[in-house]
Structures are given as C-alpha cells and as structure tokens.
C-alpha cells in the first residue's frame, strides 16, 4: 500500500510538472528576423547604429508577457555605425573590448504590465559591469509571426563604455537609446 501511494504521488508529480510545461511556450529571433539598433549623441551631432549579431529567446505561460522569462545575447564586436573608424572604437577597450568581452547579456528579472506596455526589469551584463536595467515593450500577439517591440535608456557610463577620452558626456552624451523590434518564431 505505502509503495503504491509513493508510485501515485511520483505519477502526480510528474504530471504536473508536464502539464506546467506544456503551457509554457518559447520563442527566439535574432538579427534575421528582427533589428536592434541604438543612438547617441557625439559632439553635438546625432548618431545611429546596429548590431549585427544577437539572439533573444522568450518563454511565457499562457502567452501572458508578465509571466515570460526574456534573455538577449549580442556580440558587442558587431556594433555597426556605418564608417570604419567608429566600428573599430566600439571595440577598443575604451567601448566594448570585445577581445575580452566579446558579448554582453540581458536577463529578465520581473515584467509588470503598464497600460498597453510592459516594463521589464533585468540584468544587463557589459564588460566586467552587471546591473539592473530597464526595458519598456509590447508584444502584439495578433500579428504572425508574434513582434516584440521596445525600448532602453541605457547610461552608457554606469557600465564603462566609452571611457578615458570618451568619458566626458559634453563629448559623447551619457544616455543611448536602444530599440528593437523582432518577429517571434516558435522555439523548435
């Protein structure tokens, strides 16, 4: 009798468990199906970019954003601003020192929903710096493929990129505005 009830409790167990799984469903994009580009301001002058290299894998129950677990990859040497001598700065040591960093990370710690958005708060990971950041977004589940969309204020000195000559924000303004938005496609 106590076998049979150990063996019934193991069974119901794993069956919620497999159930838990069940509604949970993944998604990923990357710089195929998706942008992330960001923008600043150096001496003055507006400036844009992109990177070339990233990945974004998304899980949520119940296709409700709140409930999701969101991480992001990119490879910081695939930081393009369109001319050679500021593609080569972002990966001096200065910027991103990708030959010892060669990605930097975003992980969702909480996602609460405000208004028709959400706003996430996450680990974001540059160089030896690891610290909460902020990401507002909206996920549009009635397009096919699902988009994510969004936006950061990141202050680049908080985690020291764009330091010695670059460090003073009259020269280069502390504050990049990260956008993205990216076609969701079922995790295989």
């Known amino acids: 009798m106590a076998k ?45 970019g992109q990177f070339g290299q990233f990945s974004v894998r998304l899980c949520l129950t119940d296709d409700d954003l709140s409930t999701s677990a969101i ?35 975003w992980t969702s710690q909480a996602i609460e929903a405000d208004g028709d958005r959400h706003v996430a708060e996450g680990e974001l990971a540059i160089k030896s710096v690891s610290s909460t950041q902020s990401v507002t977004m909206v996920l549009d589940t009635d397009s096919d493929p699902w988009v994510l969309e ?17 460090e003073d924000p009259d020269f280069i303004r ?8 990216l076609e969701l496609q079922p995790e295989s």
């Not at 001096?92 to 960093?101: G, H, L, S, W």
């Not at 502390?174 to 938005?181: A, E, G, N, T, Y």
Request: hydrophobic share 40%; with cysteine.
């Open 4 to 48: 049979t009830l150990k063996w019934l409790a193991i069974m119901m167990a794993l069956a919620a468990a497999t159930a838990a799984m069940a509604d949970e469903n993944c998604y990923t994009a990357d710089e195929e199906s998706g942008e992330l580009r960001f923008s600043g301001v150096a001496e003055g002058t507006p400036f844009r």
């Open 150 to 166: 969004g936006n950061a204020e990141i202050m680049r000195l908080d985690w020291n990129v764009g330091t010695g000559e670059f």
């Open 71 to 105: 991480e992001v990859k990119v490879k910081t040497g695939s930081a393009d601003v369109g001319n050679r001598d500021g593609n080569q700065a972002l990966k001096d040591d200065e910027f991103f020192a990708v030959d010892q960093f060669p990605e930097s990370t």
């Open 174 to 181: 502390d504050r990049v505005d990260l956008i993205f938005k």
